[in-house]
């Protein structure tokens, strides 16, 4: 079973939408979550970090994590076509081993 | 403040050559970890090292080898390079809390042929 799923997409939200993204996990001793962006070409960078169940906002962004149900979700607000990349869903297991899943490639059309 | 730095930034090599893939960080961050990426594809932990003289197996560990002997470097080794190991690789680092930022190199881009 992996560790860290993430539907691959691509999903496609026009601008302005709201485009949402999942992540489901096999570890529920898992403690810390984290959402990367990564741009074509370009190394991941860390958009949110989550550790508590419930929401936690930043900006457009906006974490949702619900450790009983196992899953961690991106809402992204106001999308824009800057916003169009491959989205890494992390999870920090035992020993800070720190796994990532498959990402999910958004697409924002203008 | 360089961050984590890779070298060489590409290489190709030959079936059966072997290389070292090097990575620096200066942050003084004590988890380190290797990653590839294959074209279209997530992040597969290779290895990781949560302090010097400390290492250990990711989900893909078959065909490398690491060491930790300083804080700073955590150099990959691949012995007997093969067509399955053509990928970009990438190197983080973070200090040693859980809910902290992994912060990545530019990566490797590795052709085998």
């Known amino acids: 079973q992996k560790e860290v799923e993430q539907n691959s997409g691509p999903l496609s939200v026009p601008e302005g939408a709201i485009a949402s993204l999942n992540c489901t996990y096999s570890?529920?001793?898992?403690?810390?979550f984290f959402w990367y962006r990564q741009y074509s070409g370009k190394s991941p960078e860390l958009i949110m970090f989550?550790?508590?169940?419930g929401d936690k906002e930043d900006g457009r962004f906006t974490a949702q994590l619900n450790k009983a149900s196992q899953y961690v979700s991106l809402l992204i607000r106001d999308s824009q076509p800057s916003d169009s990349a491959t989205y890494l869903c992390a999870v920090n297991w035992y020993g800070n081993k720190l796994v990532f899943g498959a990402g999910t490639i958004l697409r924002v059309k203008s | 403040n360089a961050g984590v730095t890779q070298t060489p930034k590409f290489r190709i090599l030959k079936i059966g050559q072997s290389m070292t893939l090097q990575c620096t960080q200066d942050?003084?961050?004590?988890?380190m970890y290797w990653y590839r990426q294959d074209p279209g594809m997530g992040l597969k932990l290779i290895y990781y090292s949560v302090g010097a003289g400390i290492t250990d197996k990711g989900e893909v560990p078959n065909g490398y080898n690491v060491s930790r002997s300083t804080t700073e470097d955590f150099p990959l080794r691949l012995e007997l390079a093969a067509p399955s190991q053509t990928s970009v690789y990438f190197c983080?680092?973070?200090?040693?809390?859980?809910?902290?930022?992994?912060?990545f190199g530019q990566g490797t881009r590795l052709t085998v042929v």
């Open positions: 989550i550790y508590s169940n």
């Open positions: 570890d529920r001793g898992s403690q810390s």
């Open positions: 983080a680092s973070r200090t040693g809390t859980e809910n902290t930022e992994a912060f």
């Open positions: 942050m003084n961050h004590n988890y």
